[in-house]
Each structure stands twice: as C-alpha cells, then as structure tokens.
C-alpha cells in the first residue's frame, strides 16, 4: 500500500459514516410522498382540533384553574407546532431539498423541538395535577393554585427553550452529492458534533422522555387505584360511581396508551442507535436502517399533535357539551354515564352551596376561638368531606 493510500485509509475510518455513506436517502422516493401526506393530515387535524380546544378554554379563563391552564398551554404547544410544518412539508415535497438557506432550517428545528417536548412536559403536569387532586385533594392545594401554575408554565417553558434554543448555534443543513440541501436530518447532526454526540443524545432522551414517561405511569396507577377504592366505598350510588370510575379508567389509560405509543418508538430508537455507538463503530448499512426508522418513528411522534384534540373530547364532559353545541349536534347524543355525573357532580355542588349559605364561611367558624368546640369541630369535618368528595367528582370527569 501507498503511502497516500496509508493515509486515506486513516483519514476515511476517523470520519462519521454519514461522510462515507452514499445510500443514506435511497427510501427518499417513498418518504418524499408518504410523508408529506402524513404531515399534510397533522397539519388540517391538529390546527383544526387544537384550535377549537383554545376556542372552548377561552371562555373558562375568568374562572380558571390548573387543568385549564395546562390544558391551555398544551394546545397552545400543539398549535405552534402545526404552525412549523408547512415548511416541512414542502421540504419533503421537494424530494427533501431545503432551498431556504440555513437560518430558516434551524428557526424550523427549535419550533419542532420547542414545541414537541413542551407538549411532553404539560402532559406531564396534566398527569401530576390529577394525581394531586384525586390521591392528596387536601394536603397539596397550593400546587394546583392559579398563581402557582403559571409559575410552572413559565418555568416549563423556560426549561424547554433552554434545552433547544443551542440547536441554534449548530449547522443544520449539509450538501449532498446529488445536489439537494438536506435540512434537520440526523446525518447533519452526526457530521457536525461527532465527539460526545452519543452521550448528549442519549442525556436528551433521559431528560425529555424518560423522566417524564416514569411520571406519567406512576401517577396514572397511582389515580386508577384511588379511582377504584372509590367505585368499591359505599353503598349508595354504587352503581353511578362505578359506572364513572369505569370511563375515568378508560380515559386514563387511553391517554397513557397515546403517550407512550407516540413517543416511545422515536426515543427508544435514538437509545438504542446510540448505545451501539458506544461500543462500536457502527456501518453504513446501520446507520441507512437507523435514518429510515427515524422518519418513521418521528412521523409516529408528531401523531400525538392530532391526538390531543380527541383525548380533550372524551376526557372532559365540559369539553365535549361545547364542541357538540359548536357542531350542532344534540347534547342528548352524551353517554348516560356523562350525563349521570354531571347531574351527580350538580346536586352535590348546590348540597354542598345550600349548607355554606351563611354571613359566615365555615372557614371562618372554625378560626373563632369560641366556636371550637364539638359542633364547630363537626361541621369542619363535614365540609372537608364534601369538597374532598366535589373535588375528586370533578377530577374524575377531567382525567
């Protein structure tokens, strides 16, 4: 062997294999229609159904509370999201060829990334929130105070900009040898920070998805054990109750199903890809089987942008009354099991409002230092049973 050969040699087996592999994008004929297709259908379902949600949280703000608030910030996330995809699309469209120069590709990437893990973080809260409410209705309520949660939304949304607002400062696009720009693809990221990418890729799926999807999971098991120890107390209403624990259980574990079905495959996929990294250089043929799953995975994830909308809709009776008076459909089409609990959750509202109608507050009786004897100590305890019993009604109807 030459000694230039000698030296090539080295050069070729220090550089990633996005540099060496020249059959990274042959699914791109396929992909290029596919999935235009696909972001054209997140696109109309996810704009129109996020946009209806803010529609019918709007007139709640005057009495707003934390679900709301989450629940306001999570399809204020979705909405922004779908906003960034028109530019994908056409990327795609155009046989994945980015001619709009590298500031815009990286101003696209911050709004997919931004918006993506923002929508995983308010689901977590959402998820946190009803855990609190249902399992501690009366020990952590300053968690679930208006001004509180928009500190958390605050701080969430800082955290995410913080963890996505670097992508900035890195190189987005690359020129391939066919001669198309290629925008936001994991080969660019692999040519540009090849020293630690693995552990920073595998640091962000911790972050991002690990944590979060722990949380989601214990918090809903945690809400379908107390949802069931509440269907089995007593004797009265039973029936009801079951009946409600049944379609509070069937919405939780739908949105659990949702969640990590989306954003299990992408995360699970990057994990993998990079801990084989680690142990060994990976080949041109693994890394093109790596690029297509990718597209297919992230395309999975991005679903949950057009799913949020229908867990809204079957989560919240609230929710769905408004969008069937929107569509003008009759309320009367709501479940018997919907319109027991909102009937249940009323009467038990105006039972509990008709045994406060006083010039003074129960809270107030029992902060008099003459009125602390048995019956004030009777009446305290009545009225933390019935706003922990109106409390977790309500929550259940918003699981």
């Known amino acids: 062997m030459s000694e230039s050969g000698y030296w090539l040699g080295i050069v070729n087996a220090t550089l990633p294999p996005s540099t060496n592999c020249s059959n990274l994008y042959s699914h791109h004929p396929t992909a290029r229609v596919l999935m235009s297709l696909h972001y054209i259908l997140v696109f109309t379902l996810g704009l129109l ?151 920073i890729l595998i640091g962000a799926v911790v972050m991002g998805y690990g944590i979060p999807v722990v949380t989601i999971l214990c918090c809903y098991s945690a809400l379908l054990w107390k949802l069931r120890l509440a269907a089995g107390s007593g004797v009265r209403r039973r029936v009801q109750r079951s009946a409600m624990s049944r379609k509070a259980s069937g919405v939780t574990v739908g949105v659990v199903i949702v969640f990590v079905l989306c954003f299990s495959p992408y995360h699970i996929n990057i994990l993998q890809y990079m801990v084989r990294k680690l142990i060994y250089t990976t080949t041109c043929m693994e890394l093109q089987a790596f690029q297509v799953s990718l597209h297919i995975t992230i395309c999975l994830m991005h679903l949950n942008c057009c799913l949020d909308p229908f867990v809204y809709f079957f989560a919240c009776t609230g929710y769905k009354r408004r969008v069937l008076k929107i569509m003008r459909v009759p309320v009367s089409s709501l479940s018997s099991v919907d319109r027991t609990g909102d009937d249940t959750y009323s009467r038990r509202d105006s039972h509990f409002r008709s045994r406060t109608r006083s010039p003074f507050s129960l809270g107030m009786l029992t902060e008099v230092p003459g009125l602390l004897g048995v019956n004030s100590s009777i009446i305290k305890q009545e009225s933390m049973t019935l706003s922990q019993q109106q409390h977790q009604h309500q929550e259940t109807l918003l699981v």
């Open 49 to 199: 159904g996020n946009s209806l949600a803010l529609y019918v949280i709007r007139p709640n703000l005057t009495k707003i509370n934390s679900t709301t608030l989450y629940s306001a910030n999570l399809a204020i996330s979705d909405v922004l999201f779908t906003l960034a995809l028109p530019l994908r699309i056409f990327y795609y469209a155009s046989g994945f060829d980015w001619p709009l120069g590298e500031t815009l590709c990286q101003v696209t990437a911050v709004l997919f990334y931004v918006n993506t893990y923002a929508g995983v973080n308010f689901m977590t809260c959402l998820a946190t929130d009803r855990f609190v409410a249902v399992v501690f209705p009366l020990h952590y309520t300053r968690l679930r105070r208006a001004r509180t949660v928009y500190y958390i939304c605050i701080g969430v949304w800082v955290l995410v900009l913080v963890q996505t607002l670097p992508l900035l400062s890195m190189k987005m696009t690359r020129k391939e040898k066919d001669g198309t720009t290629t925008c936001m693809e994991y080969p660019n990221f692999e040519s540009e920070v090849l020293e630690g990418l693995p552990y």
